[in-house]
């Protein structure tokens, strides 16, 4: 049996509030994993980081159909954080950029959006700066979904209020 990685998308902006990756989702592959870093450009204001999926025509998913379950962990001395939303209208909360320089990166693997026979299950591993007032890095695990049997071909990065640097790699996975 063959198994195939390959990436398929490489997109980065400056200076913009969005990224929208289209049309990277097809029933082709089994696995998509999704690189991002962004980061908060000098001179830019405080910025909430949050994902949504992109139908087949390419426009956002943003109904409450979106559920996580996470663990979060300070890199100061503090206990294990649990984080669990039902029913928002994304995919997964990143982080807040909230002084310059301040920045995300992580990895969210999802099982094929595209396929519409079931929900849109992934799994998240997220790394950010700018937490709390002491801009303390914090790491977030867990589990993300769409509740809603439909096709999502994209994924759209963005910000509440202001502008950010993005850089999204896809990669897909396939066996067989």
Same mark, same amino acid.
């Given at each position: ?73 300070? =890199? *100061?001395?503090?206990? /294990?954080? !649990? &984080?669990? +939303?039902?029913?928002?209208? #994304? ?51 867990? =589990? *993300?979904?769409?509740? /809603?049997? !439909? &096709?999502? +071909?994209?994924?759209?990065? #963005? ?18």
């Amino acid at each position: 049996m063959a198994e195939h990685y390959l990436k398929i998308a490489n997109e980065s902006a400056t200076n913009v509030s969005s990224l929208s990756v289209t049309n990277c989702f097809t029933a082709d592959y089994t696995l998509y994993d999704i690189r991002y870093s962004v980061t908060r450009p000098s001179g830019s204001g405080a910025a909430t980081l949050v994902t949504r999926l992109l139908d087949n025509t390419n426009t956002e998913i943003s109904s409450n159909d979106y559920e996580s379950g996470q663990f979060r962990k300070l =890199y *100061v001395n503090t206990g /294990l954080e !649990t &984080s669990r +939303t039902t029913g928002v209208n #994304y995919l997964t909360y990143l982080g807040f950029l909230n002084v310059d320089s301040d920045n995300i990166h992580g990895t969210l693997s999802l099982a094929n959006p595209y396929e519409n026979d079931r929900y849109t299950l992934g799994y998240l591993s997220n790394n950010s700066r700018g937490m709390d007032s002491d801009n303390n890095w914090r790491a977030y695990i867990g =589990y *993300v979904g769409l509740k /809603l049997n !439909t &096709s999502a +071909t994209g994924i759209k990065f #963005y910000t509440n209020t202001d502008t950010m640097n993005f850089n999204v790699q896809i990669s897909a996975y396939k066996a067989g």
